[in-house]
């Protein structure tokens, strides 16, 4: 059964339930600038989702040049084209604000998710 989000979102409902927090993604984005259209990549790591329904929205954090840079996307919004996982990261925690205050390679450091084993 579909659900209204499903039917209404521009993402695939298996892409929407593919990502949870702490994995890290990439997330393909609609820019445009004047008449053209062009699609840019964000990868980072997964910090927070936040609502539900229509509004629901999830934040991805990255440390560029030293500086730690956070975007909040919308799901269902038309400009993201597409949301990638890279790696799946086992968090214990709904959000991972701790990660603002880590500096350098403790800053993107998420246990990996283990497979299960299909027999």
Same mark, same amino acid.
């Given at each position: 059964?579909?659900t209204?989000l499903?039917?209404?979102?521009p993402?695939?409902p298996e892409?929407?339930?593919?990502?949870n927090?702490g994995?890290?993604? /990439? !997330?393909h984005q609609k820019?445009k600038?004047?008449?053209? *259209? %062009? #699609?840019?990549l964000f990868?980072g790591?997964?910090?927070?989702?936040?609502?539900?329904g229509a509004?629901?929205t999830f /934040? !991805?954090?990255k440390?560029?040049?030293?500086e730690g840079? *956070? %975007? #909040?996307y919308p799901?269902?919004s038309?400009?993201?084209?597409k949301?990638?996982?890279?790696?799946r990261g086992?968090?214990?925690?709904?959000r991972?604000?701790?990660l603002?205050?880590?500096?350098g390679?403790s800053a993107?450091?998420?246990r990996?998710?283990?497979?299960?084993?299909?027999?």
């Amino acid at each position: 059964m579909t659900t209204w989000l499903q039917k209404t979102s521009p993402l695939r409902p298996e892409q929407l339930d593919s990502f949870n927090v702490g994995d890290t993604v /990439t !997330v393909h984005q609609k820019i445009k600038e004047g008449d053209k *259209e %062009r #699609v840019q990549l964000f990868a980072g790591i997964v910090i927070a989702k936040h609502g539900g329904g229509a509004g629901q929205t999830f /934040t !991805v954090r990255k440390v560029s040049f030293g500086e730690g840079v *956070e %975007r #909040v996307y919308p799901v269902n919004s038309p400009n993201v084209v597409k949301v990638e996982v890279s790696r799946r990261g086992k968090a214990r925690r709904a959000r991972l604000t701790y990660l603002r205050q880590r500096i350098g390679k403790s800053a993107t450091k998420v246990r990996e998710r283990k497979q299960a084993v299909a027999e």
